[in-house]
């Protein structure tokens, strides 16, 4: 019987090829099992991946949206500001002509006298030391508005007119007592108790005795006694120049240093010093000069016309 024998060089070599087979069994298998987790872990990075830009994509959106909403509302409140700065420029104009028209009587006189209205602004807004015209910041954010120049101009507006109503408010007007009667006017007259020419440095206004007497306009009382020819007399400075005098009264109510509001009584109606009866004489003075009162006495406070 022949045996089948295995040259030990043949062993070696199947034991080798056999080493070899196992190797590659043990390495195809770790690769398979190893790659299906990396594709495995792409396949979740990929879909995270997709989520992620999904969600972008969504959050991107929202935010356009919002920023459209906050455009168009950006928009619609300069709109609204346009419409509000228009109505006011409107408003303001129309109160600027009818404060304009209350000082329509006397501008010509105070221009006459040196006191322009301008100027009597300017006097009023010194005292006054607020308001002032807008200027805006430069660097301030209100000049890329698109409309700050209308808003300086209708600032500029409102400034004008408050010192309008300001000075309207400071100025003797209107009649110190309810009497209306004038029995004596400014200027040159014949003298009651000399008959010669002389001139008269107000107005007489007729009363019966110890008629209330008023103050035209606030100030503060600068002399308040008997005072020879204006027998019981006195005198109130007011702002911007103006000054009152209240003379041949039977009665003084205030004393020196008083502050005074337009419409106080001061005092009742007399014929006291130089004078032939009961009377009021009513002098207006600015800046220490007598001016004619009858136009300061015919306009009243915030009314065009009386
Ligand atoms: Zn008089």
Request: proline share 4%; charged share 25%.
């Amino acid at each position: 019987m022949t045996s089948l024998t295995v040259r030990p060089w043949m062993q070696v070599v199947f034991l080798c090829l056999c080493l070899v087979f196992a190797y590659w069994v043990l390495q195809t298998s770790v690769l398979y099992f190893f790659s299906n987790d990396l594709i495995r872990n792409r396949d979740i990075a990929l879909a995270e991946g997709k989520i992620e830009k999904e969600q972008l994509k969504k959050e991107l959106a929202y935010y356009k949206g919002r920023a459209e909403q906050s455009e168009k509302l950006a928009l619609d409140i300069q709109q609204a500001h346009k419409d509000i700065l228009d109505k006011v420029d409107i408003l303001v104009s129309e109160e600027i002509k009818n404060a304009e028209g209350s000082f329509e009587k006397v501008e010509k006189l105070l221009k006459d006298n040196g006191a322009p209205i301008s100027s009597l602004l300017k006097k009023v807004k010194k005292e006054e030391n607020v308001g002032g015209p807008f200027i805006p910041d430069m660097t301030s954010a209100l000049l890329t508005f698109p409309y700050a120049q209308k808003l300086t101009s209708v600032y500029d507006k409102v400034d004008y007119l408050e010192n309008l109503i300001t000075l309207s408010a400071r100025m003797p007007l209107g009649y110190p007592i309810s009497e209306t009667r004038i029995s004596a006017a400014f200027g040159s007259r014949k003298d009651p108790f000399t008959g010669k020419r002389a001139r008269h440095e107000g107005i007489d206004i007729a009363a019966s005795l110890k008629t209330p007497i008023y103050a035209t306009a606030p100030g503060i009382v600068k002399r308040a006694f008997t005072n020879g020819a204006y027998g019981k007399f006195i005198e109130i400075e007011h702002d911007a120049g103006f000054m009152t005098r209240y003379a041949h009264l039977s009665e003084i109510h205030v004393k020196k240093g008083d502050a005074i509001q337009a419409g106080d009584k001061i005092g009742l109606t007399g014929n006291t010093g130089r004078s032939t009866g009961p009377h009021l004489h009513y002098e207006i003075l600015i800046g220490k000069k007598p001016v004619n009162p009858y136009r300061f006495l015919r306009t009243q406070r915030g009314k065009k016309d009386v």
